[in-house]
């Protein structure tokens, strides 16, 4: 699938995006040559884990655990979320000031409160696939990843467990 989508994006969109694409598609076509098969193979899988995980982001109410979560960035101000930082009584203090400025800036909706732990999971997949040196591990390692509940649950959940796996796993990474 991978060399598949590969040999479609040389053959197909960067002859597109050079007719189209204006003076930035240089600018990206030098960076991906450049880039190491790591960094292909990392990119490719973010793209598509995070595109697996956007649909349906929004369909569904904020749970209870994710009511407190919103709740805990509405009612306080960055100032007070800041103080919560060395705070022994905070629970996640740093994502919920991260949260804080997300949702300034995209707004609340049940979408957008989940869009950061979407983006996480995906880190997470690509990150873990490349534990594995060889294509056809990385390949099966991303699929499962990509279907198992654990991580798709997380991925839906505006909490910040998504964030810990991936720290876990870009962690592993640079080890």
């Given at each position: 699938l991978y060399r598949m989508l590969q040999r479609w994006w040389v053959s197909r969109s960067i002859p597109w995006l050079k007719a189209h694409g204006g003076r930035g598609y240089e600018f990206i076509a030098q960076r991906w040559d450049e880039s190491s098969p790591a960094t292909q193979w990392f990119l490719f899988v973010v793209v598509l884990a995070f595109l697996t995980r956007i649909f349906g982001l929004g369909t569904q109410?904020?749970?209870?655990?994710?009511?407190?979560?919103?709740a805990e960035v509405h009612d306080k101000s960055f100032y007070q979320l800041f103080r919560e930082l060395w705070s022994s009584d905070a629970a996640y203090p740093l994502y919920h000031l991260f949260l804080k400025g997300w949702i300034g800036l995209v707004g609340d909706s049940e979408a957008m409160m989940r869009l950061p732990?979407?983006?996480?999971?995906?880190?997470a997949i690509a990150a873990t696939s490349l534990l594995f040196?060889?294509?056809p591990q990385r390949g099966f390692v991303a699929i499962v990843m990509i279907?198992?509940?654990y991580v798709y649950w997380h991925a839906y959940?505006?909490?910040v467990y998504a964030f810990?796996?991936?720290f876990a796993?870009?962690?592993?990474?640079?080890?």
């Open positions: 109410s904020l749970w209870l655990d994710e009511g407190a979560t919103w732990s979407a983006f996480a999971s995906a880190v040196e060889r294509q279907t198992a509940p959940d505006a909490k810990v796996l991936a796993a870009v962690i592993m990474i640079l080890r």
